[in-house]
């Protein structure tokens, strides 16, 4: 069974920054792609960074040159995906879940071809003004 736990989630002033984790119970190397989405109560869960089984990323034009995704690829972090969030402002606030899938799934193209079949239970991110 196929476990994400997501961790990291903070409040913080504006421009600041946090890293989000997700630990995976079957390493982050066994999936097709996996990324994290943000969801508040006003709009929809959206997809911000995604990366597949090749590290290709994609990020959501409103974080783009602000977060980053990366993987964890030594020792026990090989189990980690981690997003990077620097210049934090209010709108970045919401619910960020950790998703993957193993159906085919590429970042060539763009993070609106991010695929979630498995997903953690959220962490939640306060931006405050």
């Known amino acids: 069974r196929v476990q994400l736990v997501e961790s990291g989630g903070d409040s913080v002033q504006a421009g600041g920054s946090l890293r989000l984790s997700c630990a995976a119970s079957?390493?982050?190397?066994?999936?097709?792609?996996m990324g994290w989405f943000r969801q508040t109560p006003t709009l929809e869960r959206e997809a911000v960074a995604g990366?597949?089984?090749?590290?290709?990323?994609?990020?959501?034009n409103s974080v783009k040159g602000r977060f980053t995704i990366s993987k964890g690829d030594e020792g026990n972090e090989r189990g980690t995906l981690y997003l990077q969030m620097n210049n934090l402002a209010p709108e970045d606030s919401g619910m960020y879940y950790c998703?993957?899938?193993?159906?085919?799934?590429?970042?060539?193209?763009?993070?609106?071809?991010?695929?979630?079949?498995?997903w953690g239970r959220g962490t939640q991110v306060t931006v405050n003004s």
């Open positions: 998703a993957a899938t193993r159906e085919a799934c590429t970042m060539r193209i763009g993070i609106e071809d991010l695929r979630a079949d498995y």
């Open positions: 079957a390493g982050v190397y066994t999936f097709s792609c």
């Open positions: 990366i597949d089984i090749e590290d290709i990323e994609s990020y959501a």
